[in-house]
């Protein structure tokens, strides 16, 4: 795959995994946020706290999982820590960790609060 089509296929799945949650009541708060610390793809509104989204497009969901590294969930961490900071409580605000895994069908799995 070239890297455009690489993106676009990213930002396809993306937006698939965005209107799953919207239809599940979820409103997008932000989408690829950036910090300091890395990115984080799709951060999501729930209630007083937000959903912090990794996603990951692969042709079957064991491959799509097995691209998020260690050293991802690392910036992923720092960047949700750094947006949570922009939060009105801060450090204080709730969040919870989901990993939206989409195949090459297009198929999703979410796996909910992933880093419990």
């Known amino acids: 795959m070239s890297g455009k089509t690489s993106y676009l296929a990213g930002m396809a799945a993306e937006d698939s995994v965005a209107a799953d949650y919207a239809r599940r009541g979820h409103r997008v708060a932000a989408r690829r946020w950036r910090g300091s610390r890395g990115e984080l793809d799709l951060v999501l509104e729930d209630g007083d ?3 912090v989204v ?3 497009k692969a042709r079957d969901f064991a491959r799509a999982a097995a691209r998020l590294t260690r050293a991802q969930l690392a910036r992923i961490y720092g960047a949700a820590s750094e947006f949570a900071a922009t939060a009105p409580k801060g450090q204080l ?20 609060n992933a880093w419990a």
């Not at 605000?93 to 909910?112: H, N, P």
């Open 93 to 112: 605000t709730d969040l919870r960790f989901d990993v939206a895994l989409v195949d090459g069908a297009g198929r999703l799995e979410i796996l909910e």
């Open 49 to 51: 706290g937000f959903i």
């Open 54 to 56: 990794e996603v990951k």
